[in-house]
């Protein structure tokens, strides 16, 4: 075991008494002396916060020495002031009330002694609501998430539905809604005589109050919303993140079934349908549970027919452009809950590691496994690690009867079940310390190992406590041991099944791997089961802007200077994102509940690759999934880069990237140097050394490509027998469709112009291609996505032909085009001394509404802006510049 590690500094000094220590609410009792949070930079999208000791109090103003030791003043209501100012009091405070519903006071003594063990040194960290609530106040709840019912299908539902997660919210918990029981958009309202706006209006509502609510005085509101597969409405639940300002405030997930996999693996139809709604007991029984309808012998109205594949490629596509949504398979988790006899999982909480039913509640502490190194075994201390799991899931269990509750709904509901979640903190540092690369064979066998031993002992320890203070109320050992978690838990651990068989089983379900990113961050070590982000990177948070360096590579740096990092030191962006997925499957078969992990992609993951890595952990049995592409998004809260403020981007050193990375990120640093650099005499020579001048003559070809946005004329000239620069004419002069096709143009000739980085045409081509925007035209290999998608199609049939050209020792130029044309499916290049208007276009005629020149609609941000009665209109919300 290492040394006791109580002392927090930087972020996680500032994390600790931002979220978790016991808060004085009156900072009028600040007093000199004090160490307090003082907001230092009061920006509601980049707020920072210090750490400080109060030095001088004058009134309402104090002077506060901040830990750099800078002096700063401040009013009082701008500091957040604490009761407790260290680890070791909060581990006080928690041991003491987990215990306090021991039946008796040697019980409680007991309890006390041996939580406060499991809590020092942090072995276990509890959730953040338990650390933040716990005899801190009678109002907050200790459980950090909460799935409601579906909304009814009525106005005073869905209010309904709004109030109670208003009141969780504010209250510390996030809440998780699954839409499927409302009506789809422009479905018939009979009692107003009008039409439905549809579910994801109404999930904007929810959205929008969530960013409204500030929970318990320390974070904003958590809300997940969910749709199942076969709503009407899925396909614009898919989108609606696409469109600006809609649903901004929530995660959204779509709910897959085993047969819409199929469908889509055997490329079959999918209905679309919804109850019928003017069957007399509609509101009175449809609870948004198709199954229990249906098994009812009640109607229900086919809206749509579609193929399952285009279904999927949109979730696909909008995953890869945004990470959202992500997946969950809820009828295999259906298959694999230990509640599936008597409570079915509707949805998740924010994060997704915890599938709830309707008025469920997520119980959520971790185990820190970077404290279990044996290091004079150089092995996991397996002794102690298995003490402080079952010591763990009591602490979890008396969370149940220790929390308030303020919906008996919640009550009656947990009660029944006793849903716990134990989860995990520190993996990547444990196999660090063990020399184990993350997402080797090697590993898998471990996380085999590792997650098997902790689930067993877990459950031993929910049976003793069941022999003890009885079961959950639902308990009946035959079904419960039917379940698809069960069978793979007996079959692999006989002695639990007779144990369950002989005590109980005091909670439904007992492991969950929580994300942990706050109280990971808190206690410095790597968060879930994650491995690092990186070893040196930025961190965008309500707190600040903070660099965080890993310790333990740190040390490693520090004694051995000069030296590469070896390559058990692997980071979340060094995986290959399938690395990611089975890391993921190996853990789940050891979870009953589900886990929140992402598969790290890099920028130029594919959506083709995408789709193989979302079926993957389908095959694989995992619960669900999501990736995050590097840079698809804005903002995120982790970076390797410097971004502040919008400040100019200042790369940071890291371990050494795959040599294969190499060329590919020479390239762009490159370009980023050119134009970041000042125009002087210095700057002229080094511009002349690297940049290829254009020549008085460039020879080349246009293509004509029909694009979402109206008929594109891509013009790609070459110096020295290679692509060096690409004009692109789309739309009308003036459109802002025009203007960005110019700059793409301008941005890919100087990426080709510049320096000699090896094949730069190809890396275009890879960057480029499949980038999708809000439509796309053609079929097969003639679809085209994007005008970006059109350019790398076009550059790709470039390349063949000057390749075909080169085998043949020729310079017809147009004859190499076609031939490469033919075979590839491309767009034809046209002889630049004939009219490049002539012909029609690929797989179109002249009239599809595709080859009109398209604007982007300022009003829904689509490409629908089209010509129309001497104005422009969009063919997509009717917004009109006339109007």
């Not at 581990?91 to 309890?111: I, N, Y």
């Not at 098997?452 to 639902?474: H, P, R």
């Not at 789940?588 to 959506?607: E, G, L, M, Y």
């Amino acid at each position: 075991m290492q040394l006791k590690q109580s002392k927090l500094e930087g972020l996680s000094e500032k994390i600790f008494l931002d979220r978790y220590a016991m808060k004085d609410p009156d900072t009028n009792n600040t007093k000199v002396g004090d160490a307090v949070l003082v907001l230092t930079k009061d920006d509601p999208k980049f707020p920072a916060k210090e750490v400080g000791t109060v030095v001088a109090r004058n009134g309402k103003q104090v002077t506060i020495k901040l830990r750099s030791g800078e002096m700063v003043e401040s009013s009082i209501e701008k500091l957040t002031l604490t009761k407790e100012q260290s680890p070791e009091e909060l581990w006080d405070r928690l041991a003491k009330a987990m215990a306090s519903v021991e039946a008796t006071p040697e019980k409680r003594q007991e309890w006390t002694e041996k939580f406060r063990y499991i809590l020092d040194d942090w072995k276990l960290v509890p959730g953040g609501r338990i650390a933040a609530g716990a005899d801190a106040s009678d109002e907050l709840t200790l459980f950090n998430c909460y799935v409601v019912p579906s909304p009814h299908d009525s106005r005073g539902g869905i209010m309904s539905t709004l109030s109670e997660m208003t009141e969780i919210m504010s209250r510390g918990g996030g809440v998780g809604i699954n839409l499927s029981s409302l009506r789809p958009r422009r479905s018939i309202v009979r009692g107003v005589s009008g039409s439905s706006s549809g579910a994801v209006s109404w999930g904007g509502l929810f959205s929008y109050t969530t960013g409204l609510i500030e929970q318990g005085g320390s974070r904003r509101g958590a809300l997940m919303l969910m749709m199942n597969d076969w709503h009407p409405d899925v396909m614009d639940f898919i989108t609606v993140k696409q469109t600006m300002n809609q649903i901004t405030n929530a995660n959204l997930s779509v709910c897959v079934s085993n047969g819409f996999m199929k469908a889509v693996k055997e490329d079959l139809d999918w209905e679309l349908v919804f109850p019928d709604t003017s069957d007399s007991e509609y509101d009175a029984v449809w609870n948004g549970d198709l199954d229990e309808w249906k098994a009812k012998g009640k109607a229900v109205k086919v809206y749509k027919t579609v193929r399952a594949r285009d279904i999927w490629h949109t979730i696909i596509e909008s995953a890869w452009k945004s990470a959202e949504p992500g997946v969950v398979f809820m009828e295999y988790y259906n298959q694999m809950s230990n509640s599936w006899y008597f409570n079915p999982i509707i949805c998740t909480n924010p994060c997704g590691e915890q599938g709830l039913p309707a008025w469920g509640v997520c119980n959520l502490s971790a185990v820190n496994l970077s404290r279990f190194y044996d290091a004079e075994k150089h092995d996991v201390a397996w002794e102690e690690l298995g003490r402080v799991v079952r010591y763990s899931a009591r602490f979890l269990d008396n969370v149940i009867d220790k929390t308030p509750y303020h919906f008996e709904e919640n009550k009656e509901n947990q009660l029944n079940e006793r849903r716990v979640g134990m989860g995990s903190m520190g993996l990547a540092e444990l196999m660090i310390k063990l020399e184990i690369r993350y997402g080797s064979p090697e590993s898998l066998e471990f996380l085999d190992k590792l997650y098997g031993f902790m689930a067993k002992e877990s459950y031993l320890a929910s049976a003793e406590i069941a022999e003890e203070k009885g079961s959950f109320k639902k308990f009946d050992a035959e079904k419960y041991l039917q379940s698809g978690f069960m069978k793979n838990m007996v079959e692999a651990f006989p002695e639990v099944g007779a144990a369950i068989q002989a005590k109980g089983m005091r909670n439904v379900t007992v492991i969950t791997q929580a994300p942990t990113g706050s109280t990971g961050t808190m206690v410095g070590t790597s968060t879930g089961i994650e491995p690092y982000f990186a070893f040196e990177y930025f961190r965008q948070s309500r707190l600040g802007f903070d660099k965080q360096l890993v310790p333990i590579a740190q040390e490693w740096k520090d004694a051995h200077p000069g030296e590469e990092l070896p390559d058990y030191f692997v980071t979340a962006m060094n995986l290959s994102a399938e690395d990611h997925i089975r890391a993921q499957a190996a853990i789940q078969r050891w979870v009953d509940s589900s886990i929140s992990k992402t598969a790290n992609c890099p920028a130029d993951f594919t959506v083709e690759e995408t789709e193989r890595l979302y079926e993957l952990a389908f095959d694989l049995g995992c619960k669900g999934v999501t990736i995050y592409r590097d840079g698809s998004r804005d903002v995120q809260v982790l970076s390797t880069e410097k971004k502040e403020d919008k400040k100019e981007a200042e790369p940071v050193a890291e371990e050494v990237k795959p040599e294969q990375e190499k060329v590919e990120n020479e390239s762009f640093e490159a370009i980023g140097s050119a134009l970041a650099v000042n125009v002087d005499k210095k700057t002229e020579q080094v511009f002349d050394n690297q940049y290829k001048r254009r020549p008085q003559v460039l020879r080349g070809a246009t293509y004509k490509v029909n694009t979402p946005f109206g008929m594109a004329y891509i013009t790609i000239n070459d110096l020295d027998g290679i692509p060096s620069e690409i004009f692109l004419n789309v739309g009308k002069a003036g459109s802002d469709v025009f203007a960005m096709s110019e700059a793409l143009g301008r941005v890919c000739s100087l990426f080709l112009r510049y320096g000699n980085h090896g094949n730069k045409e190809a890396l275009l081509i890879k960057h480029l291609k499949g980038i999708g925007g809000s439509g796309a035209i053609g079929f097969g290999a003639n679809r085209v996505e994007s005008i970006a998608d059109a350019v790398a199609k076009s550059l790709e049939m470039h390349v063949q032909a000057n390749a075909a050209a080169a085998a043949h020792n020729s310079s017809a130029y147009v004859t190499a085009a076609a031939e490469a044309a033919a075979h590839s499916h491309a767009p034809a290049a046209a002889d630049h001394g004939h009219d490049a208007q002539g012909g029609h276009g690929h797989g179109h005629s002249s009239l599809d509404l595709g080859t009109v020149s398209k604007d982007i609609c300022p009003s829904c941000g689509s490409a629908s802006l089209i010509p129309s009665d001497g104005c422009k209109t969009c063919t997509s919300c009717g917004y009109s510049r006339c109007s």
